[in-house]
């Protein structure tokens, strides 16, 4: 094994510790808050979208706004345990477990989607331009890691 985790590992590590503060943050907000978060822009541009597909009442809308809230802190969690695991397996000198690299990115991947088709359904710039940029975190983490994979793989096949 290597002695030290490759570069999209590290990647993954530095974007998880943007995120766990940003979404654990909001996630925690909008659980606490009286009004389930709808007072923030982007929680509200998110629950938005919710009475136009379904057709549902205020305690609906809480009740979703509680979901995807509660969505990001699952998340945030995720990112949690991969920092941990990114830090064990610095001390024992190992690869972080692969399954937990592949979870943490597949949750966050799908969450960055949702809260960005959600924004670029309510047209606001700002909310777009701040999910965009979370997305291409996301997107940047998932190709490195993918990318970096493969080569292994083919250097393994050719040795």
């Not at 379904?54 to 699952?74: C, E, H």
């Amino acid at each position: 094994m290597r002695s030290l985790p490759r570069l999209g590992l590290f990647n993954l590590a530095l974007v998880a510790a943007y995120f766990v503060p940003v979404w654990g943050i909001d996630a925690l907000r909008a659980l606490l808050s009286p009004f389930g978060g709808l007072e923030d822009r982007a929680q509200a541009a998110a629950i938005g979208l919710i009475p136009q597909l379904f057709d549902v009442g205020s305690y609906g809308l809480m009740r979703a706004s509680s979901i995807l809230a509660a969505m990001k802190l699952v998340v945030t969690a995720g990112f949690v345990a991969y920092l941990i695991e990114y830090a064990r397996a610095l001390a024992v000198a190992r690869e972080p477990d692969r399954e937990t690299v592949d979870v943490v990115l597949a949750l966050a991947a799908a969450a960055a989607a949702i809260w960005t088709i959600a924004a670029l359904a309510q047209g606001d710039a700002a909310l777009i331009r701040l999910h965009a940029t979370q997305v291409v975190l996301v997107a940047g983490a998932v190709i490195v890691v993918t990318v970096e994979r493969h080569a292994t793989r083919d250097l393994k096949r050719a040795a």
